[in-house]
């Protein structure tokens, strides 16, 4: 019986002929994924994934951020509930472009991230209590800005973030076991050595 | 405790392990997007893992070592449901199987916890994060796409009537099964079962598939005695393929 196993086959002829252009815009939208790499560190932005709803991003984020490095929770939130300001260069202090803001909404908890430099991650710097967004960037601008100049800031409303929950944080304990998952466990330059060895003894 | 019913039970749990481990490794790759791409492939060496760690158990028993045991037996000397071996097909199939077995896989491995054989009762204990993300995967996106179109819905509804047959065959009694309850290695498959078809209908019947009522069912049994399918020796004859080349490569 021939393989089938796909990596083995790879594609059959007849479909690669019968290949149509890909459609646009036929991707799930995208969530925003938040790491916590240990107990009492803040959490710190990781990247994008696609999915089709709030839940599917959770599941998917998980292996696809945190199957390497230990980590002991994560978030996610669908990328159009993160509210940002604008982005700062050279001395300016994106804080300073957040103008007065006050809200009648009803009081809800946003959690805010700051971005200490530019091409790095943003971390999560604390939470205020708000009506709106806008009010949100004004309440950190006075309670969270800190020494460190900002050059951009996301508040996200904690309702709309799908969080871990503690009973959840079991998902990670075999984690720091699997060393093989990164690249340097696999330590290919000895390999290459003592394959060297054997062919150039 | 009879020795030899352990054994089985552990051969029996860890060729299932290795089996579908490698079938959900053959979607590497290939999976619909690439985020699923990775959480399948990850859960497939989750489950190669749980097999190395029952293999060892066995070494320690007097069997040979894990790669011997891996590589070298023939079909017929496979103790894993036949389930495990079938073709990956399209991915509603394998989601359906990665679902069927993997909420049997952990409540076995849950009531494992209690086992008077202790080194299982550890594994159990450690390997329950992954397990509940393996259980949560598969309740995941058997709710999604089980209540999602016409289509998902349908093509999940026909891989389940087609899987469940091989699912009861995971249950399949060993000839030993009352030293292995009596022994309280296990609660044995008749009690597994049970726990196995509560969760199941609780899950499917929050989507929009239906479940046949089970006694219509017939267990496609045989795997658990080295009776399996046409599907089992290709499989492995691609798993050993370097191993039989050199038996001392690493890779």
Same mark, same amino acid.
């Given at each position: 019986m021939a393989s089938l196993d796909p990596r083995v086959n790879r594609l059959p002829k007849d479909q690669l002929q019968n290949a149509l252009p890909k459609a646009p815009l036929d991707q799930f939208g995208t969530f925003e994924v938040f790491v916590q790499a240990r107990e009492g560190k803040p959490f710190q932005h990781e990247g994008i994934v696609h999915a089709p709803n709030l839940e599917m991003a959770y599941l998917l984020a998980k292996e696809a951020f945190t199957r390497r490095f230990t980590c002991v929770s994560i978030y996610v939130t669908d990328t159009r509930h993160v509210h940002v300001s604008a982005m700062t260069e050279g /001395? $300016?202090?994106?804080?300073?472009?957040i103008v007065e803001a006050q809200s009648d909404g009803k009081k809800e908890s946003y959690e805010v991230y700051h971005l200490l430099k530019r091409g790095k991650q943003h971390i999560q710097v604390g939470n205020v209590d708000a009506g709106s967004p806008d009010e949100a960037m004004w309440l950190a601008s006075q309670s969270l800005r800190g020494e460190k100049q900002v050059f951009n800031v996301w508040v996200i409303r904690a309702s709309e973030i799908r969080f871990t929950s503690e009973e959840e944080k079991e998902l990670w304990l075999t984690l720091p076991d699997k060393k093989f998952r990164d690249a340097s466990a696999y330590k290919g330059g000895d390999k290459l050595k003592s394959f060297l060895e054997k062919m150039n003894p | 405790m009879n020795t030899e019913a352990l054994k089985e039970l552990l051969y029996k749990m860890a060729d299932d392990q290795l089996i579908l481990g490698h079938r959900n490794s053959e979607w590497t790759g290939f999976g619909p997007i690439l985020e699923e791409d990775i959480a399948f492939s990850s859960m497939a060496q989750d489950k190669i893992g749980h097999s190395l760690a029952l293999y060892t158990f066995l070494e320690e028993l007097g069997e040979q070592d894990p790669d011997t045991v891996a590589f070298t037996r023939h079909a017929s000397q496979f103790h894993n449901c036949t389930l495990v071996e079938?073709? /990956?097909? $399209?991915y509603d199939f394998s989601l359906i199987r990665h679902f069927l077995y993997d909420t049997a896989e952990a409540l076995r491995f849950e009531s494992l916890r209690q086992s008077s054989f202790e080194p299982l009762a550890q594994v159990a204990t450690k390997i329950r994060g992954e397990l509940r993300y393996h259980t949560m995967h598969a309740n995941t996106w058997v709710k999604q796409l089980g209540s999602a179109t016409t289509e998902s819905i349908h093509r999940l509804q026909k891989s389940l009537d087609y899987a469940l047959p091989y699912a009861l065959g995971i249950f399949e009694p060993s000839p030993l099964e009352h030293d292995i309850i009596k022994d309280g290695i296990f609660v044995g498959e008749e009690a597994l079962k049970s726990q196995w078809m509560k969760k199941v209908e609780e899950v499917i019947s929050q989507t929009k598939l239906r479940l046949p009522a089970w006694d219509t069912l017939t267990a496609m049994n045989g795997g658990r005695v080295g009776k399996h399918t046409e599907y089992l020796q290709p499989l492995l004859d691609e798993m050993s393929e370097v191993f039989k080349i050199d038996p001392t490569a690493e890779w």
């Open positions: /001395n $300016e202090n994106a804080y300073d472009q | 079938l073709p /990956n097909g $399209e």
